[in-house]
């Protein structure tokens, strides 16, 4: 009966550390844009980075829904192997100038979809390279609702977006922040910040890929320096339980 207490301790210190990981793990789990951000007005290349949420199945298909209401007239995807990318037009409602031209529609949607025997397995990640442009001039961030489908039918709808004061929710959409321009190339547009925009025919600005790519770096750091630190909490946690465990039991034996 004396070790009644010491087990009770140990299972409130287990679950808590369980607590830990399930608040922590979903925070790396999102359909994400990288780099997050880019010049309004220029010419960038993302990457939709989509990570394996699921034990028991792969990712087969990722649908990336592009924004209407602010149009991006150039719009290209990067060769994957294995992959097969399909991109749909709309028609728009008011043309768009670009370089002085109009320009009366847009893509809509690209369709990432894996070739036979090809999947984001569990546990692993895909990024999905796009190059896009020009940005609006008019806005502080672009939506991209995106749907993710495993190989067993299951389909996770990345649409929600997120409100201010308001917790993020549980299915975010991937957004793109835009921010002032601060350079300029021949074009009129910002310069990209990497070199495969240049694909596009606009100039690198290779003094803010450097400062991009140390960017990226540091959020790279960051998300491994929580990950360290939420392990750390969990061994502590665990290490404490089993010190008072001990510590219980010694005490039990001597009052024996």
Same mark, same amino acid.
């Given at each position: 009966?004396?070790?009644?207490?010491?087990?009770? =301790?140990? #299972?409130?210190?287990? $679950?808590?550390?369980?607590?830990?990981?399930?608040?922590? +793990?979903? %925070?790396?789990?999102?359909?994400?844009?990288?780099?997050?951000?880019?010049?309004?007005?220029?010419?960038?290349?993302?990457?939709?980075?989509?990570?394996?949420?699921?034990?028991?199945?792969?990712? &087969?298909?990722?649908?990336?829904?592009?924004?209407?209401?602010?149009?991006? %007239?150039?719009?290209? =995807?990067?060769?994957?192997? +294995?992959?097969?990318?399909?991109?749909?037009?709309?028609?728009?409602?008011?043309? !768009?100038?670009?370089?002085?031209?109009?320009?009366?529609? #847009? &893509?809509?949607?690209?369709?990432?979809?894996?070739?036979? +025997?090809?999947?984001?397995?569990?546990?692993?990640?895909?990024?999905?390279?796009?190059?896009?442009?020009?940005?609006?001039?008019?806005?502080?961030?672009?939506?991209?609702? %995106?749907?993710?489908?495993?190989?067993?039918?299951?389909? &996770? *709808?990345? !649409?929600?977006?997120?409100?201010?004061?308001?917790?993020?929710? $549980?299915?975010?959409?991937? &957004?793109?922040?835009?921010?002032?321009?601060?350079?300029?190339?021949?074009? +009129?547009?910002?310069?990209?910040? =990497?070199?495969? #925009?240049?694909?596009?025919?606009?100039?690198?600005?290779?003094?803010?890929?450097?400062?991009?790519?140390?960017?990226?770096?540091?959020? %790279?750091?960051?998300?491994?320096? *929580?990950?360290?630190?939420?392990?750390? !909490?969990?061994?502590?946690? !665990?290490?404490?339980?089993?010190?008072?465990?001990?510590?219980?039991?010694?005490?039990?034996?001597?009052?024996?």
């Amino acid at each position: 009966m004396r070790s009644l207490p010491a087990r009770r =301790t140990a #299972a409130v210190a287990l $679950a808590a550390a369980a607590s830990v990981v399930a608040l922590a +793990g979903p %925070a790396f789990a999102h359909v994400t844009v990288n780099p997050g951000s880019a010049e309004q007005g220029g010419y960038t290349a993302v990457d939709f980075r989509v990570p394996n949420e699921n034990d028991a199945a792969g990712t &087969v298909k990722l649908e990336v829904n592009l924004p209407l209401d602010h149009p991006l %007239a150039s719009v290209r =995807t990067q060769p994957l192997p +294995g992959w097969t990318s399909t991109v749909e037009k709309a028609k728009l409602d008011k043309p !768009i100038k670009v370089h002085g031209n109009d320009v009366n529609e #847009a &893509v809509a949607k690209i369709t990432w979809t894996a070739d036979a +025997g090809v999947k984001v397995a569990p546990g692993q990640f895909q990024e999905f390279r796009v190059s896009l442009g020009p940005l609006p001039t008019d806005a502080d961030s672009l939506v991209f609702k %995106a749907l993710q489908t495993y190989d067993n039918g299951d389909v &996770v *709808r990345w !649409i929600d977006e997120a409100k201010d004061g308001q917790p993020e929710p $549980a299915k975010p959409a991937p &957004v793109l922040k835009l921010t002032k321009a601060t350079s300029a190339d021949g074009h +009129g547009v910002t310069a990209s910040a =990497t070199p495969s #925009a240049a694909a596009d025919g606009h100039s690198t600005g290779h003094g803010d890929a450097a400062k991009k790519d140390a960017a990226s770096d540091d959020k %790279a750091s960051d998300s491994t320096a *929580r990950v360290l630190g939420v392990v750390g !909490i969990v061994v502590g946690v !665990i290490g404490t339980a089993v010190g008072v465990l001990g510590l219980r039991r010694r005490n039990g034996g001597s009052a024996s």
